[in-house]
């Protein structure tokens, strides 16, 4: 074989179906030992979790950029379905929110000023000029802006104190969410991308760390820590009370032997299943046809050496602006995806641990630049994620069986619920130890 020619993955073209056998397999398994219930609830999330394993794979596997904020992305998915799919709070624009518009368009223009002070202005006096606009500008701003925000949170604030939406299609939220994040990437990226490697980890962290805060904190927006609760289902997916009601349907769920109650949330998690399924599979053959395009190798050849692509002509700050707007829209369809499924939006949730670190994990295990194996190590990983919680109390059990009843016994078996971030790492370890490719290798 020539020097030249691409080496083939390691275990041949068998190790990928017979890994998602396996993986089938488990679930099933999942299925028949802890209920259907449990097995779809976990593979639901498992699939939002390949999609957004997806979303890192584009920018740290293609490109190579170590994007630490997946985080800040997937949470402005997630409000993409507040904004567009729940109704408006009744007489809240007419309270405050025409005001709560005007500010914001008063801070962009605030902005845009500032950028054309930075370019005309002298070095001399373009620091102090700037300097003076900017504190006038947020003084101006906060003085349109904060009554109106007191006028909006004052409507009914134990169920509403927000804007509301547009009452829109909950599927309509999905692309807009992928908008959000890809908007939010396109501004940070202009100022982080030039950074160094472990830099641009540190810049993106602090960047998602600052969307969640707003989020957590501008209840005119989202409710804040409150939670938006009530978000809508897609058209085609009933509520299961309106299944339990429903006399045809529990006439059918008890011919064929099922509970109607478990009968109707398993149909329902079933349809999730079914969406959830087209959206990865149109998402996987996008992603497939880019990696094995022109413009794919150009973004691995980025990756392996940025000087000799340099020299070779190609922009590579802006294909590393273009692959992580695209990996960031990704990770904020995910986020809509995910709120969608939970039916509320909860800003408190969001942490760099489940929404950074495990998806890593993700990407690492299944394959970096392989996006079958992002896919794979998104599933498995979130199954384990999940199952290492309640198989923790049963293994600290089994390990500390040959302790007295003391201390030490007491502090790790009441630790056994942490045993989680212990597998993750453990994991971690015996993926870079034993297949530092991955399950599904990067061909």
Known sequence: MSAHQPQPATGGALRAPLLFAALIVLFIF???????????????????????????????????????GTMGFIALGGLAPVLVSMPATPGAM?????????????????LFIAIWLYQRLRKGIRGAALLAWLVAAFFLFRWVFDPGVAAVEAINPSAQGYLGGLGLPILLS?????????????AIGKIALGLRSDYLAIATLGIAEIIVAVLKNENWLDRGVMNVNGLPRPFFIPREIDLQADAAFIDVSTKLGIDPVTASTVLVKLLYL???????????????????????????????NEIAASAMGK?????????????????????????????????????????TFVIMVMVIAGGSGNNWGAVLGGVLIWYL???????????????????????????????AAQMRYLAMGVILLLVLRFAPRGLLPER
């Open 30 to 68: 999942e299925g028949f030992s802890s209920g259907w219930n449990s097995a779809l609830g976990l593979l639901n999330m498992g699939l939002i979790s390949a999609i957004m394993a997806l979303g890192l794979n584009l920018q740290w596997g293609y490109a190579g950029l170590f994007n630490a």
């Open 94 to 110: 007419q309270a405050g929110g025409w005001r709560i518009m005007g500010a914001l368009a008063l801070a962009a223009v605030a």
């Open 174 to 186: 999905w692309p807009v969410g992928a908008l959000f994040a890809a908007a939010a990437a396109w």
């Open 274 to 304: 079914g969406l959830f399924v087209v959206v990865i599979a149109a998402l996987l053959w996008a992603t497939e046809r880019a990696l094995h395009s022109p413009w794919g190798r150009m973004m691995r050849a980025i990756r392996e």
């Open 315 to 355: 922009n590579v700050t802006r294909r590393h602006l273009q692959i992580f707007i695209l990996g960031s829209a990704i990770c904020g369809l995910a986020g809509a995806m995910l709120i969608t499924l939970d039916g509320q939006m909860t800003p408190s949730s969001y942490n760099p641990l489940r929404y």
């Open 385 to 415: 994620w999940i199952k290492a919680e309640s198989w923790g109390p049963g293994l600290m059990q089994l390990a500390t069986a040959g302790l007295d009843n003391g201390v030490l016994r007491a502090h790790i078996l009441e630790s």
